[in-house]
């Protein structure tokens, strides 16, 4: 999600800005109480909240559930789902606090570091709660892969990093009415993943020297083996970054048992957006990244078992809204209703129709509501429903 959040909030008056802060913590204090109802994972809480699901192979691990660069809980970690098959680890998504989840995890698992079992990591799109830890594990990577077991290859086997390329437009500006802004680096405003881990390397150049001359470090470039996924005769990306309808998923990598799809989802006007799918010998998995109901993301998700999604609460919306500047008002509303999913449509509109087994929330923008409001996404969806909570694992086959 963008940062639409932040500005919005630096905007409201200081007695309003409080007003909305006090409700949200409010929200935070029911979601903390509440006690979840059926149509929920009956998965019992291990130590720190890990889920007790046994010795499965292939698990679905929630590392960070927290939606929008707007950190009110504390509880929740930035947006990172993680597939475990076998001895090796699928990272969708990087959000802020995500890297320190992975270690937990890892740590729990008697992995030596948090990178030994990565194989690859998927970014959905570009936004920075999508991204920021992405310089945190690129600059500190080479000492955190200790005894790396990711195979089908061996130890010195790169992790792949997959994501967005640079879009080559600038995205349009609403309301229309309002003038445009000068660009951000007008030189490259708008960098795919390649250029983001470019300027990434060259700002850590520094460390990654000193480490690499005193003490013999790799070269964190040779950890990674980025890849932008090519969309060359499939879009031209414009500003209004609609996405066209697909035909079929677009593939992105075959590792060993496991492969890996990808769709373009609708987070307008922010384009590229991806939603990945991850199938295994065990069962699949379907990512959504942040996107508005998706047709192109429903026929990726069609029978998998389990379907993570974006979600966002329009009462939190009407809420914020309400605070802010008429002029701010309605851009911030148009955003939020426009570019994600809402509790009433998740359920309904894309895990019904895809024929999901599990829908998992996550994403969840305010991460302070409680978890019977998330609940409300099970009407017009039969199959069963998960909120999620950081560290939380689910097994494949469920």
């Known amino acids: 999600m963008c940062d639409v959040l932040g500005q919005a909030m630096a905007a409201v008056p200081p007695t309003s800005r409080r007003r909305v802060l006090a409700a949200l913590a409010a929200g935070a204090a029911t979601a903390a109480a509440s006690t979840v109802g059926a149509g929920v994972a009956p998965a019992a809480a291990g130590p720190g909240g890990r889920s007790v699901t046994g010795p499965a192979r292939t698990r679905l691990v929630l590392l960070g559930t927290l939606g929008g660069p707007l950190y009110l809980d504390p509880g929740r970690a930035g947006t990172c789902t993680a597939l475990v098959h076998e001895d090796r680890v699928y990272l969708v998504d990087l959000g802020m606090g995500a890297y320190f989840r992975l270690v937990q995890h890892q740590a729990r698992g008697g992995q030596p570091t948090a990178l030994s079992q990565v194989a690859g990591i998927f970014f959905t799109h570009l936004h920075g709660d999508h991204t920021t830890d992405w310089p945190a594990v690129y600059a500190t990577g080479s000492v955190n892969v200790a005894h790396r077991t990711a195979s089908p290859a061996s130890a010195a086997t790169p992790i792949q990093v997959f994501g967005p390329g640079d879009r080559g437009t600038l995205p349009r500006v609403f309301p229309p009415t309002r003038a445009a802004p000068d660009p951000v680096a007008p030189q490259e405003p708008t960098p795919g993943i390649a250029g983001m881990t470019r300027h990434v390397r060259e700002a850590f150049a520094q460390d990654a020297n000193d480490r690499i001359r005193d003490a013999g470090i790799p070269d964190p470039g040779t950890l990674f083996r980025i890849s932008e996924i090519d969309l060359v005769g499939v879009w031209d990306v414009d500003p209004a970054g609609v996405p066209p309808r697909l035909a079929a998923p677009l593939p992105v990598w075959q590792d060993g048992d496991v492969t890996v799809t990808a769709t373009l989802v609708d987070h307008r006007p922010t384009a590229p957006a991806f939603g990945y799918r991850f199938d295994t010998p065990r069962g699949s998995v379907v990512v959504s990244g942040d996107t508005a109901v998706s047709q192109n993301l429903v026929d990726l998700a069609r029978d998998a078992d389990y379907l993570v999604h974006e979600v966002i609460d329009p009462d939190f919306v009407d809420q914020l809204t309400a605070a802010l500047p008429p002029a701010l008002a ?69």
């Open 330 to 398: 309605g851009p911030v509303r148009q955003h939020l209703l426009t570019a994600h999913t809402t509790i009433e449509q998740v359920g309904r509109d894309v895990a019904a129709p895809a024929g999901v087994k599990t829908l998992v929330l996550s994403h969840l923008l305010p991460g302070t509501a409680p978890a019977s409001r998330w609940l409300q996404a099970r009407h017009g969806y039969a199959g069963r429903v998960v909120v999620g909570r950081d560290l939380l694992e689910l097994p494949l086959p469920h």
